[in-house]
């Protein structure tokens, strides 16, 4: 175990990840640069006084959305607000946990790395090639998103975030990927009913693109929104209001509405 | 068993000047409703008033009465309101709570309120320029919650200016709204709402109506495009203002 000071980013230290980043991904390999962790001049003290542990392992993004959310828990207020916000702050974490969240291939060696904004928030990335690039709702950063998802569903949202933290997987991208859905309590509530077995994982058939899927789900809960006041709804209300396709995934007992 | 319609629009629209509101960025920051009058819409009386904010990773609802009883004055907003520089947008709705699923009977979307107003005040183009290090690549189309940006690379000289050229317009322009607009139809599920109107009512203006984005035929959304572009570059001369140029170089 080795506890390290939660810390952010440094322009300095935005710029040689993201430059490490950009050679990994033209195929030179190399170790991460160790400056980025506590090295003053790529590295900077977050106002929120918590460590996080280097070496820490995580069997999946639950997991390590749920350890980052109970690190944050020991500060509160503006330092927490301030320390949550700061895009420069992910950026540190994904550094911490690099060889985790971009590992090698055990049997190539070779790093399967993902979009850059997986590990730099998409805030830092403006400018660049890579900045606005999408319409997800909460950016695809793999650390930000796993606490986020915790931090406001808890036990709610294990089942989609049951994958090994470098892999995004399909039920990430539907919940996360429209604007209203990971906001709407009630909408991610009924995700769940729908899609979650009793042990926490995803129903099998849920992802891909066929009828009833988490797919058509997002798009049909994001028609709705505009229709019916999804907010104030319970979660089985919703499912009512949900067409024939979904039946298969409905908890027994729950119908259509006629 | 039937589904119930989900194209359900006999939604009233709420006018810009049925209320008056603003936001405060102080601590905490608060919302200052000034008016609120839908008595022209003629709902009833008890039908409940919301505003509802959204950003990124942030939504707040704020009760503001009925359709006959506004609330009006100062509310505190949560603190993280702005946090992270966040501008969220606002719509304004009525739901009719006699309805058994609570149908959104009037809504007014797109709501901008305080800094947010002053953010959008500034924004005189519905397709922003940013010089951006593009790599090998001469420009890009990227979209946000704010919008569409065009972002041009920043090693070309003057590049924030260079697609108003004339002679880059006419090749750059129709291609970057052909794109917009099939994102549009791809990307259905994802674009923000006020994003996707502004542009439906630019293309609405140059060709007619849009046919239905969900519709599974892809046809008669690629002929609605080619028709939009096609009068998109008549409507500015495309064609006239490069002849010009190359005929003054020649």
């Known amino acids: 175990m080795v506890e390290v000071r939660a810390r952010r980013l440094t322009e300095e230290g935005v710029r040689r990840f993201s430059s490490y980043l950009e050679q990994l991904r033209q195929g030179t390999d190399a170790p991460r640069p160790d400056e980025l962790v506590e090295d003053p001049t790529c590295t900077e003290p977050v106002p929120c006084e918590t460590t996080f542990d280097s070496e820490r392992t995580f069997a999946t993004r639950y997991e390590l959305g749920c350890y980052v959310r109970d690190r944050l828990q020991v500060c509160g207020g503006p330092e927490r607000e301030e320390t949550i916000t700061e895009p420069a702050f992910w950026a540190w974490l994904a550094a911490l946990w690099f060889d985790q969240i971009c590992p090698r291939d055990p049997e190539t060696g070779v790093r399967s790395l993902a979009r850059i904004d997986n590990y730099v928030p998409v805030e830092l990335l403006t400018g660049s090639a890579l900045g606005r690039s999408s319409g997800d709702a909460w950016g695809r950063h793999v650390i930000r998103t796993s606490w986020l998802l915790v931090e406001r569903y808890d036990g709610l949202v294990d089942f989609v975030l049951s994958n090994p933290p470098h892999r995004r997987g399909e039920l990430t991208e539907q919940l996360l990927g429209r604007a209203d859905l990971p906001l709407c309590p009630t909408a991610v509530e009924a995700f769940a009913l729908l899609y979650r077995t009793k042990d926490g994982k995803p129903k099998p058939g849920a992802a891909g693109k066929g009828p009833g899927t988490a797919r058509r789900f997002a798009l049909i809960v994001r028609q709705l929104m505009r229709t019916y006041d999804v907010h104030a709804m319970t979660p089985e209300r919703l499912l009512e209001l949900l067409p024939e396709e979904f039946d298969r995934f409905r908890p027994r007992g729950g119908q259509a509405k006629a | ?250």
């Open chain 2, 1 to 250: 068993m039937t589904s119930r319609n989900l194209n359900f629009t006999g939604r009233v629209r709420i006018e810009r000047d049925h209320f008056e509101m603003a936001l405060a960025e102080r601590v905490p920051p608060q919302l200052d409703v000034r008016r609120v009058d839908l008595t022209d819409l003629e709902l009833p009386g008890h039908w409940a008033v919301f505003l509802e904010g959204r950003a990124r990773d942030w939504f707040h609802r704020e009760e503001l009465g009925t359709v006959a009883e506004p609330r009006t004055g100062r509310m505190d907003l949560p603190p993280e309101t702005f946090a992270g520089g966040r501008l969220p947008r606002w719509r304004l709705l009525v739901v009719d709570v006699d309805d058994e699923f609570r149908r959104i009977a009037a809504m007014a979307e797109g709501v901008r309120l305080g800094a947010e107003a002053t953010a959008a005040q500034g924004r005189t183009s519905l397709l922003p320029v940013e010089p951006a290090d593009l790599g090998a690549l001469p420009w890009r189309l990227a979209v946000d919650s704010n919008g569409f940006v065009l972002f041009v690379n920043d090693r070309l000289p003057a590049a924030k200016d260079l697609p108003g050229r004339p002679e880059v317009a006419a090749w750059l322009l129709p291609a970057v709204l052909r794109e917009v607009l099939l994102q549009l139809r791809l990307r259905q599920d994802t674009i923000d709402e006020d994003v996707r109107r502004e542009w439906l009512q630019l293309a609405t203006s140059l060709a007619g109506p849009s046919p239905d984005e969900t519709a599974e035929d892809e046809e008669e959304w690629l002929d609605w495009v080619d028709q939009v572009v096609w009068s998109f570059a008549a409507k500015h001369e495309l064609v006239d203002g490069l002849l010009r140029t190359v005929e003054a170089e020649e």
